[in-house]
């Protein structure tokens, strides 16, 4: 009787484990390696994406779009970024420029320049040494690049105002800087170029 009740036992003992459900088993034979590849992958990826937001850089960098602009230069600023949604300029006055490390002496360098305002198609002409280079600019958030000679004066002289006042960004690439002002119609503003020391 003994016997029985363990061999009765040991049926009840076997119809439970087979009651119970198998594993999960893996459709795919390397499913484990898969899952841990993609989350090792993410976390480098989300890694790599804080790291280089660390070396991004924006206007924002330098304060707000009303300080970087009332500070009228900016190292930071791209171009073509537009800083205000509508028509303000921070409360500028037109002022010249000298534009230091602009390109090697006797070499040339670009200028871009753009509306960094709401875009209400300002015109503009520009001047190197005296002479045309455009006789007519609508300015835009689009920044137009210019060829100049370095060393050179610049002119920017308003044209045609559609309200709100000329105001426009100057960046030249080889020194990496920007510079804000506004230029009334009919007034000049110069910017002296000059060549790296």
Not at 67 to 93: H, M, Q
Not at 107 to 124: Q, S, T, Y
Not at 141 to 156: D, F, L, M, Q, R
């Amino acid at each position: 009787m003994k016997k029985y009740k363990q061999n009765h036992q040991q049926i009840y003992n076997q119809n439970l484990d087979n009651e119970q459900e198998p594993a999960e088993q893996d459709i795919i034979p390397h499913q484990a390696f898969i899952r841990k590849s993609i989350w090792i992958t993410s976390l480098i990826l989300i890694g790599l994406a804080m790291i280089g937001s660390l070396f991004t850089t924006s206007f924002t960098d330098e304060g707000t779009a009303e300080e970087v602009v009332a500070n009228r230069i900016s190292t930071s600023t791209a171009a073509g970024e537009k800083l205000f949604t509508d028509e303000t300029n921070a409360k500028i006055e037109a002022r010249d420029f000298e534009v230091t490390n602009a390109g090697s002496d006797g070499g040339e360098a670009r200028m871009l320049i753009w509306d960094f305002n709401k875009v209400d198609l300002d015109e503009v002409a520009i001047f190197v040494d005296g002479t045309p280079v455009k006789e007519k600019l609508i300015l835009t958030e689009n920044a137009a690049a210019i060829g100049i000679p370095v060393p050179s004066k610049v002119t920017i002289r308003g044209v045609k105002d559609i309200g709100g006042g000329i105001s426009y960004a100057v960046k030249f690439p080889n020194n990496e800087t920007t510079y804000f002002n506004v230029v009334p119609v009919g007034k000049l503003n110069t910017y002296t170029v000059l060549p790296r020391p």
